[in-house]
């Protein structure tokens, strides 16, 4: 039963080992595969393990002998499901590896903004704190946040560790989500409709799955109605947010701040213009990629494979 993995670096850049998934059965992994030669490489594979690899259903019905596709990720629009389906092969995905990893890399994003530390940390590098004519100087506006509102948009797994930490730090937090169930029994917390949740935000940071309903949620007309003072952080879906009016509102001075792990595509190309905009931190979608979190998505994805092979899939989308 031939295994091929079709973009296996980001995973496993060479910290991990692929050997647990290799004693499952004959295994090739690949680091990258263009879109131009996914049916070669996948010629004869019974399962596949694909991220960002498009498996499109020109490709599969290219591919009688695949049976299984998994996908080492929460997400899996990378692959025409419903095509799959059609053709009898099992897909799955891995929804639960990087909670506690993206929660605290959404707060690296806060404190950066609040704090400005790579800054200051420069600046001292660069002289600025031994000619200074004062003991203490910060460059930007230091800011507490005890006693702010955090407004997460989307309470599920990610989005309640997020809370916990927020309650931890001594925010109030209010929540969006279409399903409201198990609501936190932290002080003063409620659901609010979403338009409300930005206006009394003071940290905007959205944990919704993307869904043809909420693409362009981030908009100029839904910035404006947030606090001038406000952050905004999305280590969720790229599209959530529309990138040029974000980028205009950051720049007009509509909201203090933004801190971006994911964009509308990826890797931006070289114009998008949340890359120079005004208060804007950008990193390269890396909230789940702590090795710990990449340990517990290899097992998941061999874990998937396994129980497949028993008969009993798991996680099947």
């Given amino acids: 039963m031939k295994i091929v993995v079709l973009d296996g670096y980001c995973l496993n850049p060479g910290d991990l080992s692929w050997d647990t998934l290799r004693a ?22 019974s399962m596949l393990l694909t991220n960002k690899t498009p498996l499109s259903a020109a490709v599969l019905a290219q591919l009688p ?10 997400g899996y629009n990378s692959v025409d499901v419903a095509a799959a389906k059609s053709r009898g092969v099992t897909v799955c995905n891995i929804p639960t590896y990087g909670t506690a990893s993206v929660a605290q890399f959404a707060f690296a994003l806060l404190l950066e ?30 800011i507490e946040l005890a006693g702010k509102t955090m407004g ?14 927020a309650h931890a730090l001594g925010m109030r ?6 399903i409201r169930t198990n609501a936190p029994d932290y002080p003063g917390f409620s659901w609010l409709p979403i338009d409300r949740l930005l206006a009394e935000s003071d940290v905007v940071s959205l944990h919704c799955p993307l869904t043809p309903d909420n693409k362009g949620l981030i908009d100029r007309r839904r910035v404006a109605g947030m606090k001038r003072t406000a952050f905004l952080l999305n280590t969720s879906r790229g599209p959530l947010v529309n990138d ?11 909201i203090a701040g933004a801190g971006l792990d994911v ?9 998008n213009p949340l890359l120079m905009a005004r208060n804007c931190i950008v990193t390269p979608h890396i909230a789940w990629a702590t090795r710990e979190a990449r340990e517990r998505l290899l097992g998941i994805a061999v874990e998937n ?13």
Avoid: M
């Fill in 113 to 142: 903004l609040c704090h400005r530390v790579g800054a200051h940390s420069e600046a001292v590098r660069q002289g600025e704190w031994s000619r200074s004519a004062d003991w203490s100087f910060w460059k930007y506006p230091l």
């Fill in 173 to 178: 937090v209010v929540a969006h989500d279409s």
């Fill in 65 to 74: 002998d695949l049976k299984y596709i998994g996908g080492p990720a929460t």
């Fill in 263 to 271: 964009l509308s595509i990826e890797p931006p190309t070289e114009g």
């Fill in 24 to 45: 499952v059965g004959p295994l090739e992994v690949y680091d990258r595969t263009p879109e131009d030669q996914v049916a070669d490489r996948a010629a004869g594979a």
């Fill in 152 to 165: 997460i948009v989307g309470l599920g797994r990610i989005g309640r560790q997020t809370a916990a930490i």
């Fill in 305 to 317: 494979v396994e129980a497949f092979l028993a008969g009993r899939p798991q996680n099947v989308v």
């Fill in 244 to 254: 040029q009016e974000l980028a205009d509102a950051l720049n007009e001075g509509v």
